[in-house]
């Protein structure tokens, strides 16, 4: 049996569903709606990003943008957040970035095909195309993973954050928040499948 190797112009004949479809290394992958819980997260990060970037005109975040590496790793990555520099060069007239962000942010989805996605797959793909910094969420256990770029140029995790500790990254100066501030009013329990 044949594998299929997806492109982003397949993407472009697939339905307008409420679908997320992905492409990473030719692999189609395809996600449900987020969780109400998932997407006020992604939100709470966006706004917080934004709102320094606007203070600072560091640059600017965006929420579920497309990212279009090659034709065969084209993704939607729940937040990214990019330097002037970067968008200077990433941006272009298709309304889309085909260059890496400086951050990325995930928001776990529940089970293991979505984690195995954001924590392997999507890892490797930002990982060797230049991704600075990749944060990785789980809105249900309410912690903060950041991986940075370590000498070897590759992610690698710095460190894991709870609710009562402090983000801080050296790609964004003077950016300062607290992890608990993306989970206000989210329960920390297991959603019902």
């Not at 608990?180 to 297991?190: A, R, V």
Request: proline content about 5%.
């Amino acid at each position: 049996m044949k594998t299929i190797h997806w492109t982003s112009q397949d993407l472009d004949i697939l339905p307008d569903d409420g679908q997320r479809y992905e492409i990473i290394d030719g692999e189609l992958y395809v996600s449900k709606q987020p969780h109400k819980h998932h997407q006020l997260v992604c939100g709470r990060i966006w706004i917080l990003l934004q709102n320094w970037s606007l203070q600072t005109g560091a640059g600017e975040a965006v929420i579920a943008p497309g990212l279009i590496f090659t034709e065969d790793n084209d993704v939607a990555p729940d937040v990214t957040w990019m330097s002037q520099e970067r968008i200077a060069i990433a941006y272009q007239e298709d309304g889309k970035y085909h260059a890496a962000p400086d951050l990325v942010v995930e928001v776990l989805s529940p089970g293991s095909t979505n984690e195995r996605r954001d924590r392997e797959f999507k890892l490797w793909l930002y990982s060797r195309r230049g991704v600075l910094e990749y944060w990785i969420i789980d809105w249900i256990e309410q912690y903060l993973e950041i991986y940075r770029r370590n000498v070897s140029g590759q992610l690698q995790l710095h460190s894991t954050l709870y609710k009562a500790d402090t983000v801080q990254s050296p790609y964004l100066p003077g950016f300062a928040c607290q992890v608990g501030q993306f989970f206000e009013d989210i329960l920390p329990k297991k959603p019902v499948s």
